[in-house]
């Protein structure tokens, strides 16, 4: 009953996080240079997936491509060969497409970290933390950075413009929720995102930006560098375009989550932040919850 119950509940979380496939292709090009193309692809209700092009091979790197059609619809359009699929984590709203992908496209790379791999489907090669790979002749640097699940792995673009795919550790002025981690352990892994050059665009797992800044501003409401990003995110998504990628220099500044792991925030104060996140809207307090039932009756999902 109880197993039942929690599969009721994986599929509530998925629903929210989805809440429909939207109808329409609509990709976002970002301002990139001659090693690479990235294209941002909107999905489900606030997932993002991407594309990284390697114009020169004419082949392709998708990272969480949840919308298996859209990424094939993308690649048959642009007329590249899809090659490999990175996959930060586990959780079906990053994870989905993967088996069709798989199915359409045989010999498709599909990479997960070791500690999620089991959980995700499809993979084919399982990396660690340090393990470099070279997918379409672009270079990836695998960074562990567990606590959303224990298996999360960011991907670091290598290049002179580096970009960061870092899922759901790390948001536009936010993190994501310590569903199979501790305090510290995320604080780990953002102190390990904060040492890459400042100069890293990152490209996170979600439109989750305004919300962020919003929560950040009830932090501090008289700061006025928060101030303007809120309103600058607020405009771009009046416009309905993305407000990804920020950098990691623009994230040390008003990232509260990023910083207080930079300054050594005790994991007591950094539980309390993050749970001030957690509940800081109604349907984020009604996830909370059903996420402390979860825990409560079996605990061993909730820890590292």
Known sequence: GIGLLFGAMDSIFAWVQGLGKSANLEVFDVEGNKEHLIKIVPALSDNYMYLVINPKSKEAVAVDPVESGKILQLCSSMEVKLVAVLTTHYHSDHSGGNAQLAAELPGLEIVAGEMDADRT??????????????????????????????????????????????????????????MEGSPAVMKSSLLKLSQLPPTTR????????VGNLEYAMSLQPRNSLLQRRLAEA???????????????????????????????????????????????????????????????????????
């Not at 672009?138 to 950075?145: A, G, H, S, V």
């Not at 990152?202 to 930006?209: K, L, Q, R, V």
């Open 234 to 304: 607020k405009e771009k998504r009046e416009r309905k375009v993305p407000t990804v990628p920020s950098t990691l220099a623009e994230e040390l500044e008003h990232n509260p989550f990023l910083r207080a792991s930079c300054e050594n925030l005790s994991d007591e104060e950094m539980g309390k932040l993050r749970r001030g996140k957690d509940t800081f809207t109604t349907m984020g307090s009604l996830i909370t919850l059903a996420l402390d039932v979860k825990g409560y009756f079996n605990p061993e999902e909730t820890s590292v």
């Open 202 to 209: 990152i490209f996170c797992g979600h439109e989750y930006t």
């Open 121 to 178: 489907p499809a993979v084919t090669r399982r990396v660690r933390d340090g393990e470099s790979c070279c997918f379409a002749g672009l270079r990836f640097q695998c960074l562990t950075t567990p606590c959303h699940t224990r298996g999360h792995i960011s991907f670091l673009l290598e290049g002179e413009a580096p970009g960061l795919f870092c899922g759901d550790t790390l948001f536009v002025a936010g993190c994501g929720r310590f």
